[in-house]
């Protein structure tokens, strides 16, 4: 195995870093908060994702699809470190921390929770469909997989979302 | 609830509204600068059961120096870590990495299976010189269901030689090595000859799940086990619909798959080496439970719950199971059916942290003596694997790179990769630095 290669990204490279990563940050966390056990999980992911970011920046060609890259470092980011947290301690809801959303407390934790019951493929592919508002297309790319993969994944993600929610709901 | 009400209770949740993390890439020179070492962990790797306790031990990127101690600028990241006594035991660095050693976790040997291009389904460490693999076209690294042909890999020489099985083909979810994404299939050996397969990753989205086993070592396998993705299972099959975590076998008969059938246990267990299943009683109607590890034929643990996960262990071969007070550790280890060891912190607000133990089956929990261990020995995440109730060792799994940080935070240290030995019950630790050979 070999390191990754740590290298000290020039100034044009920073400033692109800046123009083209940073704005996508938020976003970031947001995607890596519904993939992580909790919102230090979250944050380790995305400053990873943002350092590996930062030394890879030269590999990003396109600018346009600065955001689908980025997004596919943290996934592979937030994928390390589920392998890191073996344990079933790690993936409950301890820890959670609640930020401020207009939903009511229980129903955000009722989705916390659905989610963290979800298999962790439907969890990606769930949270790049309707949480990044990424198309299909975009979801394959990001993904590596094919466009009627992403959509089967899709449909199944969201059927089992909808099932745990009505049991979480008492339905 | 359509796609769009899903949209919004997901943006609602997770959305940050101005919580956003800022970069700091002043630090980002100061890591570049430093020479860093690329760490690789796995959760999934298949949880053991054989009849000595069998724990997964996460993972640690080893620097790698050469033959005769001189260095080398390459590492090792050992995916998975299993001693079979105090010198004897196996770690998997991913791919073809398989390493053996005969003289304690100071040096390995690198015996590597003549895999090729192919990705590892899954390891597992039938002996002290018998190691189990399975291994799939490179292109199986994909997250969809697919079949493929599965090739096994035997060896009983420690790593000297390696003999191909009988390639079978079975309907994976991926065939992929954990380096490069997470595996999901149990392998499961309970001696260097019986053995199952279990591909636990469909059945938690509704698809089928098959179960392979084979009794002369590796070398042919069978399926013993199909349960559709719906309708109706045929008598002694699994139940449809659940999400199955994880297989676990006692002996060449008696095994179990655990998980949860939406809010319900699932805990099926088979007496005829997985042709027929049956549910079995169990002391939580609705816990979500992993797969038990058996530190004895008689002695196993499982942790599961429906909210905050719990202890529960067997005395009697997996016959009756008993809730215990929870672990104050992450996942706790278990070298019989008293002793337990777990790493956790004190929960004031400087906390330390502690090994804590228990001699009583998990029934009370305390820290174990000298128990704080201020920075001589693991760090709270660090994952163990005791052989006695005195022998263990743990890895680091701290992946080091800095959090998020706000202007003005300081960035807290960051450890080193580290595997520790202690041979007095925790009360002192080793920091180990192996030293590798390559047997090729």
């Keep these: ?25 938020g976003d970031a966390f947001a995607f890596a908060q519904a993939l992580s056990a909790d919102r230090s999980a979250a944050q380790d992911a995305v400053q990873s994702a943002a350092f590996k970011a930062w030394q890879r920046i030269r590999q990003l060609r396109d600018d346009g699809s600065a955001r689908a890259w980025f997004l596919t470092i943290v996934v592979n980011e937030c994928k390390t470190v589920w392998r890191k947290r073996t344990a079933v301690a790690s993936d409950n809801d301890a820890g959670a921390e609640p930020i401020s959303w207009p939903l009511s407390i229980d129903q955000r934790l009722d989705v916390r929770s659905v989610m963290r019951q979800l298999k962790r493929d439907d969890r990606v592919v769930l949270s790049l469909r309707f949480l990044m508002d990424m198309s299909v297309e975009e979801t394959a790319g990001v993904l590596g997989i094919l466009v009627s993969a992403v959509k089967a994944c899709t449909a199944r993600a969201a059927f089992r979302f909808r099932q745990l929610m009505g049991h979480q709901a008492g339905e | 609830m359509d796609d769009d009400d899903i949209r919004q209770a997901l943006h609602a949740t997770y959305s940050s509204s101005g919580t956003e993390p800022t970069v700091t890439r002043d630090l980002f020179k100061q890591q570049a600068a430093k020479p860093r070492h690329r760490r690789v962990v796995t959760s999934l790797v298949a949880v053991v059961a054989t009849l000595v306790v069998a724990v997964p031990v996460g993972v640690v990127v080893f620097p790698r120096t050469g033959v005769n101690g001189s260095s080398s600028a390459s590492t090792t990241p050992v995916l998975d870590l299993h001693m079979f006594g105090a010198n004897d035991g196996w770690a998997w660095a991913g791919g073809d990495e398989i390493m053996h050693t005969t003289s304690g976790v100071g040096h390995w040997t690198i015996v590597p299976p003549p895999i090729g291009s192919q990705v590892v389904v899954g390891v597992d460490w039938a002996g002290a010189d018998s190691a189990r693999m399975l291994t799939a076209p490179g292109a199986s690294e994909n997250e969809l269901e697919q079949t493929y042909t599965v090739t096994p890999w035997i060896t009983d020489d420690a790593g000297a030689t390696w003999t191909e099985g009988q390639p079978f083909r079975v309907l994976l979810e991926a065939g992929a090595d954990p380096t490069n994404g997470p595996i ?15 591909d636990n990753q469909i059945v938690s989205v509704g698809g089928p799940t098959f179960i392979y086993r084979t009794v002369d070592g590796g070398l042919h396998w069978s399926q013993v086990e199909m349960t559709p993705a719906s309708g109706k299972a045929a008598r002694g099959s699994l139940p449809v619909g659940c999400s199955a975590y994880g297989m676990t076998f006692v002996s060449p008969t008696t095994g179990w798959v655990t998980g949860s059938c939406g809010l319900a246990t699932l805990f099926d267990v088979t007496h005829d080496g997985g042709a027929t299943w049956a549910p079995q009683a169990f002391p939580c109607i609705n816990c979500a439970l992993y797969p038990p590890q058996f530190s004895s034929p008689l002695d196993g643990q499982l942790m599961g719950g429906s909210g905050e996960s719990g202890l ?20 706790p280890d278990f070298v019989d059916g008293e002793h337990g060891f777990a790493l956790g912190v004190t929960g004031n607000d400087n906390p330390s942290i502690i090994l804590w133990t228990t001699s009583d089956g998990g029934m009370h929990w305390g820290e174990a003596p000298d128990g704080a261990l201020h920075g001589n020995g693991p760090d709270e995440e660090s994952q163990l694997d005791f052989i006695s109730p005195r022998i263990g060792w743990a890895v680091s799994v701290w992946f080091g790179n800095q959090p998020l940080l706000s202007p003005g935070q300081t960035p807290y240290p960051t450890p080193p990769d580290e595997l520790w030995q202690t041979t007095d019950a925790g009360s002192t630790w080793t920091l180990v630095t192996p030293t590798f050979t390559t047997s090729q």
């Design chain 2, 312 to 331: 529960f262990v067997t005395t009697d071969g997996g016959r009756t199971w008993n809730a215990r007070a929870g672990a104050p550790g992450v996942w």
């Design chain 2, 184 to 198: 999901y299939a149990d392998l499961d050996f309970v001696d260097p000859t019986h053995g199952w397969f279990f």
């Design chain 1, 1 to 25: 195995m070999t390191d990754y290669v740590a290298r000290a990204a020039d100034a044009d490279e920073e400033a692109r870093f800046e123009r083209l990563i940073e704005p996508h940050l």
